[in-house]
T-cell receptor, first 114, second 112 residues
């Protein structure tokens, strides 16, 4: 299993541009998440999904959109990029069972908006 | 809102020492806690977890202690190695729905 994969690894955007961060998992997890991590800080939840076709906002959803058309993919869309969106973005997934909440993380996408 | 925080932002130890990383949480209703390790340039990696009906759980060279009375969580790493150098995050579940709230993190620096 490749686990959780993210593309691209790095990206530089100009203010006002848009882009999609890709996330794919091959563990058949129903739950998927998007986080951002600012320098020296913890992870903030942007959006999450409990299954295909179902998404919900996390702590910091403004400026982002998501979709979940398949179990495997959970892309994050940035419209009208702003410098405040400069961050490292992590995608994660987890099992549906309530026995544990361990989330498996991808390697991250480092985004700079200038 | 509920929050999870850490007492020490940076912990420096010598190789072979035991390390203790602390974490305070504020949501007394949280029933699950987890520690992650994040190496530079990588995503967080699971270390160990504990449910609120336990006080202690041991893994390989790591132990997590939970004190619900004072809402305190700690991660103990035995015989710390240079490869343990990383940022360590504690996290708690949010309203029992597999939404984790992460703390700021503690950087562990291990000197040879």
């Amino acid at each position: 299993n490749a686990g959780v994969t993210q593309t691209p690894k790095f990206r530089i955007l100009k203010i006002g541009q848009s882009m999609t961060l890709q996330c794919t998992q091959d563990m058949n997890h129903n739950y998927m998440y998007w986080y951002r991590q600012d320098p020296g800080m913890g992870l903030k939840l942007i959006y999450y999904s409990v299954g295909a076709g179902i998404t919900d906002k996390g702590e910091v959803p403004n400026g982002y959109n998501v979709s979940r058309s398949t179990t495997e993919d959970f892309p994050l869309r940035l419209e009208l990029a702003a410098p405040s969106q400069t961050s490292v973005y992590f995608c994660a997934s987890s099992y549906e069972t309530g026995l544990d909440y361990e989330q498996y993380f991808g390697p991250g996408t480092r985004l700079t908006v200038t | 809102g509920e929050s999870v925080g850490l007492h020490l932002p940076t912990l420096s130890v010598q190789e072979g020492d035991n390390s203790i990383i602390n974490c305070a949480y504020s949501n007394s209703a949280s029933d699950y806690f987890i520690w992650y390790k994040q190496e530079s340039g990588k995503g967080p990696q699971f270390i160990i977890d504990i449910r609120s009906n336990m006080d202690k759980r041991q893994g390989q060279r790591v132990t997590v202690l939970l004190n619900k009375t004072v809402k305190h969580l700690s991660l103990q790493i035995a015989a710390t190695q240079p490869g343990d150098s990383a940022v360590y995050f504690c996290a708690e579940n949010d309203t029992g729905f597999q939404k984790l709230v992460f703390g700021t993190g503690t950087r562990l620096l291990v000197s040879p």
